[in-house]
Nanobody
Framework: QLQFVESGGGLVQPGGSLKLSCTAP????????IGWFRQAPGKELMGVLC????????HYGDSAKGRFTIYRENAKNTVYLQMTSLKPEDTATYYC????????????????WGKGTLVTVSS
């Protein structure tokens, strides 16, 4: 049974950085596309970045470009989201998603298998 554990969130000032981690105890993430999605209060779940099975990166819009990086560390069965230059509009709960074939297209329904990690960007 897949269960994601997302961690690394917290309170950070605008311009700060955070590194989020996504792992799945007992479940090998290597063969899958893994993405980071986020849901801000009162808003829909939105894609941030996704790493394909061949490690190509899928972007969802321009919000993360130049600021966020996604990468895998297979030895730790973990996918990271490195976030820099954080803005108040990045405030959201961040979730991992998984796809067997490829990163989901924008707007495509995804399943959540973890509780997420809350990122709050505020001074």
């Amino acid at each position: 049974q897949l269960q994601f554990v997302e961690s690394g969130g917290g309170l950070v000032q605008p311009g700060g950085s955070l590194k989020l981690s996504c792992t799945a105890p007992g479940f090998n993430l290597d063969p899958y596309a893994i993405g980071w999605f986020r849901q801000a209060p009162g808003k829909e779940l939105m894609g941030v970045l996704c790493i394909e099975r061949d490690n190509q990166i899928t972007h969802y819009g321009d919000s993360a470009k130049g600021r966020f990086t996604i990468y895998r560390e297979n030895a730790k069965n973990t996918v990271y989201l490195q976030m820099t230059s954080l803005k108040p509009e990045d405030t959201a709960t961040y979730y991992c998603i998984l796809d067997e074939i490829r990163c989901p297209a924008p707007g495509h329904k995804v399943d959540l298998w973890g509780k997420g990690t809350l990122v709050t960007v505020s001074s």
